[in-house]
């Protein structure tokens, strides 16, 4: 039992201890009073305990412990630790995007499908074709998370790993490989294919083992971290402005129904796996859970030695390491990505800088609330919305304003 209060000197005090003397008599055994002095010269009542049953002291105990770890679990780190794997992998796409040359046409202004034909002649047409590209994307990715469900539901877990081991295995040869040879050309670098293939084989090799199998984990999420930008990059090469901009809102529609509606496939996703006690594939989500085997973990768990007893320090630090665990899908890393790449082709750094923050804020807010509400949460609305206001605010105010000034060379 927990109680507050105040006293204004110390006969108050000896008056309080009377009062509770005469209380705890009856359970013949003297209380035990906890009170400390505050900056004001007053005392609070930290909490008395009457000799009783062990396990009800067990369990107020318990929650103590539950309730520092809650506090600890959410904290500015803990952000950091999110936004430092979202930045590389921003980074890993704006770098490229601003260097490649493919074709003799620099990254960020390519659009292969839509650069000849009949697609893009008539403007009136651009807005059907972006609403039926993305619809078809969009569909895609609601079947396929469907199907993903119902078999994670009848526990077909060889199929699923040989489906994202066969995904995996194409993006690093298939999109690794673009990238070198785009990367060898830009740079005027001479290479014999044995060498290529050879580097390119061992590159895959590493890649399947770690996030597949076993290895370090800051290699494996080195590797997940590169393989959405280099999913980012080829969406980029592909995808005009306009094409992207509408591909995205849909996508972020689409995650607030997949994660918060009760039928969404994501929510069914997180519930079952909640149910079995179970953690997802290391291949669809990114976990920050490496960074909290320190300090931090080591306070908490001397606190809590002494509010639970017969229970191995290695235990309680296990089980303190699993709740501070925070994830994030890869799926919200790659259209991160893709946002910032449609920035990139816009050739301005304003844009690009403004983008990024409003990345971050937008993800800064979803883990407030994820702290807020205790329960999965979808990443990509805030950040997209954020990040597209921004884009376009920028677009017609930022960049027009330094366009003038550096014309006047008027410096700020």
């Known amino acids: 039992m927990l109680a507050e209060g105040t006293c ?7 008056v309080s ?3 509770l ?3 705890c008599f009856m359970y013949h055994s003297p209380p035990t009073l906890k009170l400390s002095a505050t900056e004001a010269g007053c005392f609070i009542f930290r909490g008395w305990s009457v000799q009783g049953p062990q396990n ?3 369990v107020n105990d318990a929650v103590i412990v539950r309730k520092k770890r809650l506090r600890k679990k959410y904290g500015p780190r803990h952000f950091v630790q999110i936004f430092w794997p979202v930045t590389i992998c921003l980074s890993l796409v704006v770098i490229p995007s601003k260097l490649l040359v493919v074709d003799g046409i620099e990254f960020s202004q390519t659009n292969q499908p839509f650069a000849n034909g009949n697609v893009m002649v008539e403007n009136s047409s651009i807005f059907s074709n972006a609403i039926v590209l993305a619809s078809l994307l969009v ?4 079947v396929s998370t469907f199907v993903l469900v119902l078999l994670y539901k009848f526990k077909c877990y060889k199929f699923i790993r040989g489906y994202l081991f066969l995904c995996t295995m194409f993006l690093l040869v298939y999109v690794g490989l673009f990238n070198t040879v785009n990367l060898l050309y830009t740079f005027q670098i001479t290479a014999d294919a044995m060498t290529v293939y050879f580097l390119l084989y061992n590159f895959t090799a590493v890649g399947l083992l770690v996030i597949h199998w076993r290895g370090p984990l800051r290699l494996r999420q080195a590797y997940l971290v590169l393989c959405c930008a280099l999913f980012a990059l080829k969406l980029i090469y592909f995808l005009p402005v306009f094409h992207g901009w509408i591909i995205l809102f849909a996508l972020a529609f689409y995650d607030l129904f997949s994660v918060l509606m009760p039928i969404g496939p994501l929510n069914i996703l997180v519930k079952i796996a909640q149910s079995r006690k179970e953690p997802l594939f290391s291949s669809l989500v990114y976990s920050s859970i490496i960074y909290m085997a320190d300090s931090t973990i080591d306070e908490v768990v001397e606190d809590s030695q002494e509010h639970l007893p ?3 320090k290695g235990t309680k630090s296990q089980v303190i390491t699993e709740e501070a665990n925070m994830s994030l899908g890869l799926g919200d890393f790659i259209f991160y990505s893709l946002l910032i790449g449609l920035a990139c082709k ?3 750094w304003n844009i690009i800088i403004v983008v990024y923050f409003g990345i971050l804020f937008g993800l800064g807010l979803t883990i407030m609330f994820l702290a807020i509400y205790q329960r999965a949460l979808p990443a990509l609305p805030l950040s997209i919305f954020l990040g597209g206001i921004l884009y376009f605010a920028a677009d017609k105010s930022l960049s027009p304003l330094f366009s003038v000034l550096s014309i006047k060379q008027v410096y700020i």
């Open 21 to 23: 003397n005469s209380c």
């Open 8 to 14: 204004g000197s110390a006969s108050m005090l000896t």
């Open 346 to 348: 816009a050739d301005d």
């Open 17 to 19: 201890k009377a009062i």
């Open 139 to 142: 569909l895609s990715v609601t």
């Open 310 to 312: 017969g229970v191995s």
């Open 56 to 58: 009800s002291q067990s």
